[in-house]
């Protein structure tokens, strides 16, 4: 329902009864993220602090959570250092990740690169994450796409496409990670469904399959007909 307060409110009381609970500081953090994209920059600061302070804490609780380490990479390389944005912060994250998830940790750097305004470096980050990514390349059906998305973040494989489609990487691997998203989505997905559909769409007309774009062009007005990518 969006009402991000109460989820606030509710996973806070979560958390005093489950302190220890890795995933519960991990959502609420989450929470507090999206939050802060709807209110005043003024408004922000005690949001911006529970975000930072409960994904920190998620991480020490568990230190293998490959979602929180890209949250917290994320955090870092964007906030303003008035905020406790640190570059080099976000670098040790982005390490700690590829050690545990090499493809993730590639996007993680390839982020930051593209934060210091280093298109080229970001590019050449990205295409070793996707050379990593062969099983994407040999169809959806392949298990290998189930068992290596299952149990991270529900973003990725909507970001592994993004990325495939703005640096003009492998359009089939983009193709397949977007449809591995559309398939799995839900209520609880923070990224809509027709931004998915729509860059189905460019992905299918840059490898001339013209039907399918049109097809998912008019799933996303489907779902939102006041849908303007632009």
Known sequence: ???????????AKSIEIEPDNAELHYRLAGVNGIRID???????????????TNFLKAHQLDPTHTPTLTALVRIYAKLPDFLG??????????????DL?????????????????KPIQAEAQYKSAFELLPF??????????????ENR???????????????NLSSLASICALQYYVAQFDVYNNLPKEWAYYKLALLY???NEKDQAIQYRSLALEINPTFNPQ
């Open 85 to 98: 944005g640190s570059l080099d912060k976000a670098n040790n994250f982005a390490k700690l990740l590829f």
């Open 38 to 52: 709807e209110i005043s920059k003024f408004k922000a600061l005690p949001y911006v602090y529970a975000m930072k």
């Open 136 to 149: 994407l390349d040999d169809g959806c059906e392949n298990s290998s796409v189930n068992s290596y998305f």
């Open 153 to 167: 973040s529900q973003n990725l494989s909507y970001e592994i496409a993004s990325i495939g489609l703005a640096f």
């Open 205 to 207: 007309e840059k490898i």
């Open 101 to 117: 998830s090499p493809i993730e940790g590639l996007l993680a750097q390839g982020f930051i690169s593209e934060s210091e305004d």
């Open 1 to 11: 329902y969006k009402d991000f307060e109460t989820a606030i409110r509710y996973y």
